[in-house]
């Protein structure tokens, strides 16, 4: 074989070698378990930071949020608070399960609820306007804005349309 030939034949070799080590690339389960936070936990950290008074979360936002004076709901399952913009505390409910309740700064729809309802329509309380959110008679969740601040109130399981609007009255 003379010299050029020897050239090409090491040089097609490397090549080969070279897109086969491409090929397979990295192991990418590997990788992600690399990189995977200690903890287990897996997807976007989350934004809430749980307090364990109301106090202590009206600290961190610069405002407070009322609640219902419904001793059933004295048992709260979180209270927290996001990027000191809003408050959030959620509540069991044997009636309704969970229901959220939030308070932020501004006038954007803080709620998280991204589905889609049947009926949106809204109501005068008080002189705001409430958006409820509901599926023929069953009412799922409330959005209004007042003094500055934009509310939200959503249930787990439907409640009436007078039960979503007592919560409100209470909140607000």
Not at 29 to 45: K, M, R, S, V, Y
Request: with cysteine.
């Amino acid at each position: 074989m003379n010299r050029n030939n020897r050239k090409r034949t090491v040089l097609l070799g490397l090549c080969l070698i070279l897109t086969g080590c491409a090929a397979h690339g990295p192991d990418l389960e590997e990788a992600a378990q690399d990189i995977a936070p200690a903890d287990g936990a897996n997807g976007i950290p989350s934004p809430f930071v749980s307090c364990a008074t109301m106090d202590e979360a009206s600290k961190q936002t610069g405002f407070g949020l009322k609640t219902p004076d419904d001793p059933e709901f004295e048992e709260v399952k979180d209270l927290s608070v996001m990027d000191d913009q809003m408050i959030q505390i959620i509540f069991n409910s044997p009636e309704c399960g969970e229901i959220a309740v939030r308070k932020g700064k501004g006038s954007e729809d803080i709620s998280g609820d991204y589905n889609t309802y049947n009926n949106e329509y809204i109501e005068d309380l008080s002189g705001y306007e409430v958006k409820l959110r509901a599926n023929d008679q069953d009412v799922y969740g409330a959005t209004w804005q007042k003094d500055g601040y934009t509310y939200s109130v959503m249930f787990e399981k439907p409640a009436t349309k007078q039960e979503v609007l007592d919560w409100v009255e209470e909140i607000a």
